[in-house]
């Protein structure tokens, strides 16, 4: 079964770009600017990604959770494939590979280079940029490296694995731009199990000096 699984994997990937006619239900905000209370225990560290040197160098760093594998990506190597790294003006500079620790999914981390403004806007624009079919959004007010922050979670259905997928994301400013860093499971399960690393991200984050 884990092996179907992962051979699934990328076209639930694929699909996260797929057209939808029906009309999503509106977003939830929640008003709050505490920092985020994770509702599982966060997960132990392994190697800090963004600082200089890294497998991935970026205007910020986080602490990947144990085992999980950081790579950087470059859409310029990506050829035809380029624009699936591509969300509205977020482009993915590095994925964090879940499947060394045991789970199918990515931490992704997506920057819009000279994007500034209310972090909330940026996932607003993320989630709903280009073709994809959302559902349920809840939006919250969380401080991320000591600066204002925010979060969202939000359900993609893929029609053609007749399924639906839980996602979250944070976002912040940086010197470069905003950043949004999703986490993107394969299903339900692997959201619930994947969770802590997420939340590890947030509650590690810190912004380049």
Known sequence: MKTLRILALA???????????????????????????????????????????????LPFSFDAAADWKPKAVDVKTLGEFAELAKVGEFTNVC??????????????????????????????????AGRREVSGEVYKDIQVAA?????????????????TTRYSAFAMNTEAGAVVVVLNAFDEIEYEQMLPAFQLAVQSAAVAS
């Open 11 to 57: 076209g639930v990937l694929a699909v996260a770009g797929c057209s939808s006619s029906e009309k999503p239900a509106e977003p939830t905000f929640e008003a709050s600017s505490a920092p985020a209370a994770p509702s599982v225990a966060v997960t132990a560290a392994g190697v800090k990604v963004g600082p200089k040197g890294s497998p991935c160098e």
């Open 95 to 128: 994925e964090i590979d879940a499947k060394p620790a045991g789970n199918i999914g990515f931490l992704r981390v997506y920057l819009a280079e000279g994007r500034s403004g209310q972090p909330r806007g940026h996932l607003d624009a993320f989630v709903k």
């Open 147 to 163: 600066q204002q922050g925010a979060e969202v979670t939000w359900n993609l259905k893929s029609t053609s694995l007749d399924m």
